[in-house]
């Protein structure tokens, strides 16, 4: 049985495709946005969160440890990353969930177990399940298998995706797939890598290849204020998505700093302190911009 690793299930989910959905996040991107939302998703092996606010102080993760790789200091608790196996001993003891484990294994018969809990809600409100991470593609088998398992099963599927593979990952599992939710982020080659860590090519491409095939794709555009957002780069995108052959309808995605705690949980900096979310009105030109350019655009809430 594949099996693969997630670090989270979120059901009743109204923004990852239509109707009522199951999310199902997979571990793992070769993307590293500065804007992630879900930074315990780019690693694909398991990794620790440790929350100094909710410790007791009660040290059972110290006597616990088996590499004694946590020791106390004046600001806390301090786990060595040279040290840690990411066993989770210490995260399976703490009482105050101080530490968590991000990421477990699962196999394709338990994950569907969880998403056949809610095909009732699938069945009236025409939603289903939506693969989302990380990114999905860098688990390609177990993904492939999980679309199998809900193309056997008739439960309507969406692939949350950065669109950063090798054509023939995506070439496997795109007839298995209902809904492309594909991101859209720079179009400058050069800003791209700098601001994700990979060249926005292969991503293009992909993107043409889907929609020339014509695969039901909704893009999703983060609007990173000082980043994404700036007139040239979302013209660039409405020039793009306008010439291609299906013309997809492009999510605006505002930008929100809920994540800022997760990075301070992995001992990682947020390179976007100081950035504040963009106002309705810079949202609402942003829409009318690509509007512009003959595509249905949405604003989400």
């Not at 976007?272 to 979310?277: G, H």
Request: glycine fraction near 8%.
């Amino acid at each position: 049985m594949e099996s693969g690793i997630i670090f989270d299930i979120k059901k009743f989910s109204i923004h990852d495709g239509p109707g009522i959905r199951t999310t199902v996040f997979l571990k793992g991107c070769p993307l590293s946005c500065w804007w992630c939302h879900n930074p315990e998703s780019q690693r694909i092996s398991r990794e620790k969160l440790y929350a100094v606010n909710r410790c007791i102080g009660c040290k059972a993760c110290l006597d616990v440890c088996p590499e004694n790789a946590v020791r106390e200091m004046e600001t806390g608790l301090f786990t060595d990353p040279e040290k840690c196996l990411q066993c989770g001993s210490c995260t399976d003891i703490c009482v105050a969930e101080a530490c968590e484990m991000a990421g477990r294994e699962l196999t394709v018969n338990q994950v569907m177990a969880e998403i056949e809990k809610d095909t009732a809600f699938y069945d009236e409100s025409f939603g289903g399940v939506t693969f989302s991470g990380g990114e999905p593609l860098a688990q390609p088998d177990f993904l492939f298998a999980l679309l199998n398992a809900c193309r056997n099963r008739q439960i309507h599927t969406a692939l949350d995706t950065s669109g950063f593979s090798a054509w023939s990952v995506l070439d496997r599992i795109r007839h298995y797939v209902d809904v492309f939710l594909f991101d859209l982020k720079l179009m400058d080659d050069e800003k791209h890598q700098n601001f994700t860590g990979v060249s926005n090519r292969t991503i293009l491409d992909n993107l043409l290849a889907l929609s020339s095939d014509g695969h039901r794709i909704r893009i999703r555009f983060p609007v990173i204020p000082g980043i994404t957002d700036d007139e040239d780069n979302v013209s660039a995108i409405g020039v793009f998505a306008a010439g291609l052959p299906s013309m997809p309808p492009i999510d605006l995605l505002p930008y929100h700093r809920l994540a800022a705690a997760k990075y301070e949980r992995l001992g990682k900096a947020y390179r976007l302190q100081d950035i504040r979310p963009s106002a309705a009105d810079s949202m609402a030109r942003l829409a009318d911009l690509l509007r512009g350019f003959g595509l249905t655009v949405n604003v989400e809430g």
